[in-house]
Every structure is written in C-alpha cells, then in structure tokens.
C-alpha cells in the first residue's frame, strides 16, 4: 500500500512539475532571438560583434556557433537559423536549393579576410607564387626543394570540405581537386598548431589566426608572402594596406546570408547595421581582418535600402 | 481484503513496465536499421553498387565531379580496427589471465573496477591526449614530422576498447569450472600449464566473443579517430599513413549536407556498411557465446 501512495505522490508531483514548468515557460514575455551558424573563420569575429551589441541591446538573445561554412549554409537551407557566416560565396546550386525551398538568400559583406599561407618557422622559404602554392596543394610539388627549400617531403594541412576557406582555396587558388594525400583539419587553430609543431608543414588560414592577443604576427609559425605572378611583388597578408587595395592575391570578402530580407527594425537588421557601423568595423580590425572597402559598402548599403 | 489486489497490482505492473521496456528496445533496433536501409538505399541506386563499395576516392564536394567510392575509408576503418585489436588483445588477455588466476581475491577486488573505470575516459579526452602527448611521441619514434597517423590513433582506440576486452575475458575464465583445474593440479601440472591446456581452451569461445565485442567498440569509435587520425583521403599504403575511417568521415561530412541530397544519401549508406559490420560481428560474438551455453550444459 506505501509503495503505492509512494508511486502516485511521485506522479503527481511530476505532473504538477512539468504544467509548472510549461506554463512558466509560456507565460514569459517572448525575447528577440537570432541564431547564428557558420564559418569558423568568422565564429570569433561575430562572437566579439554580438558582445558589444548586446552592451547596447540587453534583452536580446543572439547564438553564434561554428562548424564551418558549409554547416550554416546548410542549417540555413534546412530552415535552422535565421544568419549563416560564410567565408565563401554561396554556390548556384545551393542558391537553387534555396529558391525550391521557398527562401529569399540575402547576401550581406561583412568584411575582407586575407588568406593566409604558414609554414613553420624553420623553413627558409622566403615568398611562394600563387602557381607554386597551386601545385602544391595539387601534389605536383612534394618536395621542399622544387621550390627552394630543404630536400624534404611537403606534408599539407588543410581544412575540412565543411569549411568555406576549404571551398575558397580551392577554387581560387589550386583551381583542382586538392591532393588527397592532405590533412584535414578541423579548423583554423588546428591547422596553426599543426604547422608549428610541423617542420615540413604548410597551411592555409585566414589572417585573424596568424596574430596572438595582442594583434601582434605570432612568432611560432611563419607567414609566407605571396606573389601573383614572378613579375609581381611579394606581399604579406598583415599589410592591411595592400590587402585594401587588392594587391595581397588571396584576398576575399566574407560573408553573411539571410533566408529573407529582414523586418523593418528587427533585431537581425539592426544587428547588421550595427556590424556595419564605425565601431563595427572597429572591433572587426582589433579581430585581424579588414574593413569592407568601397564597393563592397556599395552592395550592402543597396541590400539594407530594400528592407521595408 | 486489499491483500490480493495488491499483489496483483505489484507483481504485474514490474512485468508490464520491463516489458515494454525491452520491446522498446528491439523496436528502436529495428527502426534505426528501416531508417538507415530507407535514407541510405537511393545512395546505392544511383551510384551504383560496385563504385560505393570499390572505388578507392571518396570526395562528393569535389572541384569536377564529385566521386563516392568509400574503399579508402573501410581500408581506413579496417587498419585502425586490424592494428588496435592486435595491441588492446595482449594486454587484455594477460590482465584476464591475471585477474582470474594468479591475483589473489582481495587483489582482483581492488585491481578489476580500476581497469573498468579506463571506460569511464571520455574518447574526446583520450584523443586530446593523444594530440598533445602520443602524437608527437609517435613522430619522433618512427622519425616523421607529424604524428597523426593510423598507428596513434590505433593505440587509443585499442585503450577504449582494452577494459571491454579484459573485464569479459575474466568473467569468462573465472567461469570456468573449477573442477577442471583441480582435475589439471591433481594430474600434476603447473599452474602455468593448467592455464594455458586447461582453462583457456575451456573458456575458447568466450574469448572469442569477447574480442568481437571489443571489436565492435573499436570499429565504432569515432571522436579519438576523427581526432588523431589526420582524416586525409588518400588510400593508406602503411600504419603510419593518416587515415579516414568511416566514423570520421560521417561525423566530418555530415554537417554540411542538405537534408534528402545524394551526398545526405550517401553518408547514410556508409552509416549502413558500418551498421551492418558491427551487427554481424555483434551476432557472431553472440552465437559464440551461447554455444558455449549449451556446451556447458
């Protein structure tokens, strides 16, 4: 008989606990709410971004998670998310993807990222020609020497295909399938403690991960420079000045996209004008990117004027 | 008056409540296997059989077209698994060994729940260690400049997969009749070869079902190999080239895919290649298990 006072007293507390619970829940006045999803180049760009925004907008409640940029791209496909970081464009297939699913892809310019190639600080090599780092990444060059180092096997690091830097490398600069025989890693970080501690290592990540805390170029990895062509000049990602002026060869913009445009004052709009703002762009340079330059400004000034 | 309702009441609420339980179970069973079979099989119809199964490049985001032979990754599922049960079943079977014949009772009381608890490493945690301790210790060993290769990976897995191993190869040996070894002590052997004619033979297939359950953890594990293996897609030659099992692969690609496209489509088929691997070798170590049941009946 206890054990049976016992067993529904159990149940009626847990009843009573869970209407409790959920009638709580729905009597709270609903929160302004953005999820973000996407890049790990730009997860801790965003994260700072959301940080002052919320200094300014208390009560808001925003998410930002990484993955890569092909995760947002498809959380924002499958309805997920309301803003997908991505270090590339979205793809015509994925935007038809989109179109059949209903949605409206808006594309936001959130800043230019240049890409950067590190090798460890051991390895001589002075500057590398877009050719060269190619047909690295493609398994043409295995060794060291081919291109002025020491006689040792080239051992890449690379990222995920889920990563928007991944896709862009590759289309931009190896323009191939990369060799099979690369590492893949699982982000930017991953990909900067593999070549340190990797004397015949080369990687790719974007430039807010070659510089430690104190926005300062880190000491443990190399940053290569990078020539277009043999009669052009080498030059680093850290100059932020050419990088501006589109003379660093693997400069990119970096990106955010919407399902739809945006309500009128809503948290996700205001959010963006936010990042573009002066003290945005602001915390985006103190990240290691750059600001959007002129034309860029141009394509998001013409997407926030169609929110009505 | 109340007396033998009550009875009723308790005797079969336990019986209805454990018994839907264990339905669930089986129900679960099934309907993950019908999810797979039904998410994987458009996979199979449009890439065809023979090319999932033995094409040796596996890269469905690729610059031209995409290509979805996954024999690289079980030759990467199958290294790791191969090179782990060697090194996890020494170990296991000499702790087993150990533990059910030479420790002393008080020993074996202390020494068995601390080798279970190697279980309780989270594999997240095991594979951070390896990056930061075994890896560069495997490359300064075999003189590489990194160390994220099968081989590192190998080594963790099988210190996953070592208490499953060593916990049910004692259970087994400790089931053996004791009678049988005082019928070996009483003919005059040594303990030692008492051991080794008398009591492994005895506990042959239990052993065997044993190694198949820790095979099964093996081939299952996924954050340790996704972490040390170096995931690179080329098609291993040795075991100290980096390797992409077919656990790391899944869990790499499948954030990135939308729901109900071919490549969705695909990873659900490898996930049923992998379903199927362990289901049989799970139902192996089962039948093995029970026939040595009957024998003992």
Redesign the interface.
């Known amino acids: 008989m206890k054990k049976i006072i016992l067993f529904f007293t159990i149940l009626f507390i847990g009843i009573f606990a869970f209407i409790f619970l959920t009638q709580n829940q729905s009597t709270t006045p609903k929160k302004e709410s953005l999820v973000i999803k996407g890049s790990d180049t730009e997860v801790q760009l965003v994260s700072n971004l959301v940080e002052a925004f919320l200094e300014k907008n208390p009560g808001a409640d925003i998410s930002v998670t990484g993955g890569g940029s092909g995760v947002g791209i498809a959380a924002l496909l499958n309805g997920e998310i309301d803003l997908a970081n991505s270090s590339r464009k979205m793809e015509d297939k994925e935007l038809e993807q989109a179109k059949n699913k209903g949605l409206e892809i808006q594309e936001f310019i959130l800043a230019r990222d240049g890409l950067s190639i590190i090798v460890h600080p051991e390895n001589p090599i002075q500057q590398l020609l877009i050719d060269q780092i190619a047909k690295i990444y493609k398994g043409e060059i295995t060794n060291w020497k081919e291109v002025g180092g020491k006689d040792e096997k080239v051992i890449l690091y690379g990222r995920q295909s889920t990563s928007g830097t991944y896709v862009f490398f590759r289309n931009f600069v190896v323009q191939e399938d990369y060799s099979p025989e690369m590492l893949n890693m699982e982000g930017n970080q991953a990909i900067v403690d593999a070549v340190k501690a990797d004397k015949n290592g080369i990687g790719y990540v974007g430039v807010g991960y070659v510089k430690d805390e104190n926005n300062q170029p880190r000491s443990d990895i190399k940053i290569i420079p990078v020539a277009q062509d043999e009669k052009s000049e080498a030059v680093s990602p850290l100059n932020s000045e050419a990088v501006k002026q589109g003379k660093y060869p693997i400069a990119r913009p970096i990106f955010q996209y919407l399902p739809h445009l945006p309500q009128k004052n809503s948290l996700l709009e205001r959010f963006l004008r936010f990042e573009m703002s002066e003290q945005g762009q602001e915390i985006i340079k103190k990240a290691g990117f750059f600001s959007i330059n002129e034309e860029d400004e141009q394509k998001n000034q013409q997407f926030l004027k169609n929110i009505k | 008056m ?1 007396f033998k309702k ?1 009875v009723h ?2 005797e079969n609420l336990p019986r209805l409540i454990f018994g839907a339980t264990a339905a669930l179970t089986i129900l679960s069973l099934i309907s993950i296997f019908l999810f797979l079979l039904i998410s994987g099989v458009g996979a199979f119809k449009e890439i065809g059989i023979k090319e999932f199964f033995l094409g040796t ?1 596996w ?6 077209t995409p290509s979805w032979g996954i024999f ?1 990754l079980i030759a990467g599922t199958l290294i790791i698994s191969i090179l782990a049960l060697f090194i996890a079943l020494p170990f296991g079977l000499s702790i087993a060994i150990y533990l059910s014949e030479i420790a002393s009772p008080k020993m074996r009381e202390m020494l068995k729940p601390l080798i279970e608890m190697i279980a309780s490493i989270p594999s997240v945690v095991l594979g951070l260690l390896g990056l930061l301790f075994l890896a ?1 210790l495997i490359a300064k060993i075999f003189h590489l ?2 160390g ?1 290769n099968a081989l590192t990976a190998s080594i963790l897995v099988a210190i996953a997969a070592l208490p499953t191993i060593a916990s049910i190869c004692e259970d087994t040996l400790s089931s053996v009749s004791l009678r049988f070894r005082e019928a070996s002590l009483a003919l005059g052997t040594t303990k030692w070869t008492t051991i080794k004619k008398v009591v492994i033979p005895a506990a042959g297939s239990g052993l065997v079902a044993a190694i198949m359950l820790g095979l099964g953890r093996i081939i299952g594990e996924t954050m340790i190999v ?2 040390v293996a ?6 291993p030659h040795s075991f100290l080239d ?1 390797v ?1 099992p077919m656990t790391a692969n899944i869990a ?2 499948i ?5 109900g ?1 071919l490549h969705w489509q695909g990873l659900f088929a490898i996930g049923l290649t992998l379903f199927l691997i362990t289901f049989v070798i799970n139902l192996l170590a089962d039948i093995l298990v029970h026939r040595r049941h009957s024998y003992e009946n």
């Not at chain 2, 170096?230 to 098609?235: M, V």
């Open positions: 109340n009550n009441f308790s490049n890269n469905p985001t690729s610059f031209h690289s560069p400049s990194n994220l996704l972490m170096g995931n690179s897609r080329a098609f980096p992409r790499i690609e954030k990135e895919v939308v729901v496209s």
